[in-house]
């Protein structure tokens, strides 16, 4: 065993928020320093020593941790952990720790109350700025992966600008430069950004959204945000939540046109159009992405308070710190209407007193959702269980999508027509969708074929312009194997839009963006990225 006097210089270890990529670095959480988390960057020569004693490497405050307990140690690409005859022990992975133990990313270290998780941060072209969707799905994917795995936190924040060209262009690289060097932006879409933020709870989240819609004299900007675990655990259900609440800034009014073609959702909208004339109030229930809001409206459109508003709010994307000022206003908006409080069990205890008092003092009918189990949230005291039995008079299940597959081809052709005036999608694409078990429901399945169309030009969707997630089932199930390499095919797509577009404008790149639908800025990265400049 190294004594201590023989340890290299540690002076260059920091408490990093921005560790750069492709260096390692650990994710310090519980150490008693009162912050959720915190980075340290791994220099390529480093030892840290962990304890109680005041002058080490990182402290960690607890009767349960020796004076120097455990060491971490760096040698270019090798690091390892080593126990320093603690009296409780160092565990990696849950197990304990005997001489000195490699490690890799995503191992997870405890010492004590305190955990500290190994990571590498993988260079990117250009950055943190990722060129295409399906390099942003799979960073995204890959960091869900880690959150749920190590139960960390995570955000994601979708941006869509309106403007010039050329202020679009100058605030995403200024929001770029604001972020740390773990987060990841990227194009998705015309003129839409989407953020990564790793390590990221709901309240930084909302910072970076705020900050995301600061922008320039000229330019517009509307943004939706979720963030793991409070809106999903899947990259479809994250995405799909973000986006709803970026269309939620444009929403047009109507009534619902749900789309029923399966017999569990027909039992559903009989539920709705029985309660539908009464006052009681109505709790529906389901996953996150099912289409409980949808049921809100029909419910709201068939009732005796249709000519009023029917206000949308969720509780799970609202500060704790300004819920109890906004409560008043929600009702005063929905007065003589409808208020519909989604993901009501996100609400914060000491929140949902002033509810209760609003639902009998308010000249409002209150629809509320939940993904949650209430009544084992009542049990355990997490959720008021007077406020539950007011909310729940009548409840309303829904079912997820992969329980409904009658309606997967109906919904499909459904939003297409929503959202492309030209776009189509081929018998394949159709099977390939009926085959995925949408973990992320409607949501996940209208965001997959929004981003199938912006893949395929707005032209006929195939089965390779979908997320690679959803061909798995669909190539496993049928035994079939693809004829082609989707990220060779899709690269293939990309490069050729590219050169066309580029030909027909005589190489103008502003008029090449502007005919593909996305950013110049976008478009010199696509460039770079095939060889094209």
């Not at 770029?176 to 989407?194: P, Q, T």
Request: aromatic letters at 4%.
């Amino acid at each position: 065993m190294a004594r201590d006097h023989d340890r290299p210089s540690t002076s260059a270890l920091a408490y990093d928020p921005r560790p750069a990529l492709g260096t390692w670095y650990l994710i310090v959480s519980g150490d008693g320093s009162g912050l959720s988390s915190r980075v340290v960057q791994l220099p390529e020569t480093a030892d840290l020593v962990l304890g109680r004693d005041a002058d080490v490497d990182l402290p960690i405050e607890h009767d349960s941790v020796s004076r120097r307990h455990a060491r971490i140690r760096r040698r270019g690409d090798q690091i390892t952990v080593e126990d320093l005859g603690s009296r409780n022990g160092t565990l990696v992975n849950g197990q304990p720790t005997a001489g000195a133990r490699r490690l890799g990313a995503g191992d997870v270290i405890r010492v004590g109350p305190a955990q500290a998780i190994v990571a590498t941060s993988t260079p990117v072209r250009h950055g943190r700025m990722v060129a295409t969707v399906t390099e942003l799905e799979d960073r995204l994917a890959a960091e869900v992966d880690r959150a749920v795995r190590y139960h960390r936190p995570l955000g994601l924040v979708m941006l869509r600008l309106e403007g010039p060209v050329e202020l679009m262009t100058e605030h995403a690289e200024q929001l770029l430069r604001s972020l740390r060097r773990m987060d990841v932006i990227a194009e998705y879409g015309a003129d839409e950004l989407a953020i990564v933020l790793p390590e990221t709870d709901r309240d930084a989240t909302a910072a970076v959204t705020r900050r995301a819609n600061t922008v320039p004299v000229g330019l517009t900007a509307s943004t939706g945000s979720a963030t793991y675990p409070e809106d999903g655990s899947h990259v479809g259900e994250l995405i799909g939540v973000a986006r709803d609440r970026l269309r939620g800034l444009r929403r047009t009014p109507g009534a619902p046109q749900p789309v029923i073609a399966d017999p569990l959702m027909k039992q559903v909208i009989a539920l709705a159009q029985k309660v539908a004339p009464s006052m009681i109030p109505v709790l529906i229930v389901g996953e996150p992405g099912v289409g409980k809001e949808v049921i809100a409206e029909v419910i709201h459109k068939l009732g005796p308070r249709r000519a009023g508003p029917f206000i949308k709010q969720s509780c799970a994307a609202i500060l704790e710190s300004v819920i109890e000022a906004d409560l008043p206003r929600w009702f005063a908006a929905a007065r003589g209407g409808t208020l519909f409080l989604d993901e009501v069990g996100e609400l914060p205890i000491n929140t949902q007193a002033s509810l209760l008092h609003a639902l009998d003092h308010q000249d409002v009918r209150v629809i509320c959702a939940s993904h949650r189990d209430l009544p084992a949230d009542a049990a355990r005291g997490r959720f008021r269980s007077d406020l539950f039995a007011r909310v729940s008079a009548f409840s309303i299940p829904v079912p997820p999508l992969r329980d409904r597959p009658a309606e997967i081809e109906p919904l499909a052709l459904h939003f297409l027509k929503e959202l492309s005036k030209t776009g189509s999608i081929s018998d394949e694409a159709l099977a390939v969708l009926a085959a995925y078990a949408w973990p992320g429901n409607v949501r996940e399945l209208r965001n997959a074929l929004e981003r199938a169309l912006v893949m395929s030009g707005g032209t006929k969707i195939e089965p390779h312009h979908l997320p690679e997630r959803t061909l798995e089932r669909y190539i496993g199930d049928s035994g079939a194997r693809p004829q082609i390499d989707v990220r060779a095919r899709v690269a293939e797509v990309e490069r050729e839009a590219v050169i066309d577009a580029l030909e027909a404008t005589n190489n103008n790149q502003t008029r090449a963006a502007k005919k593909l639908g996305i950013s110049r800025f976008a478009l010199i990265r696509l460039m770079d990225k095939h060889d094209l400049r």
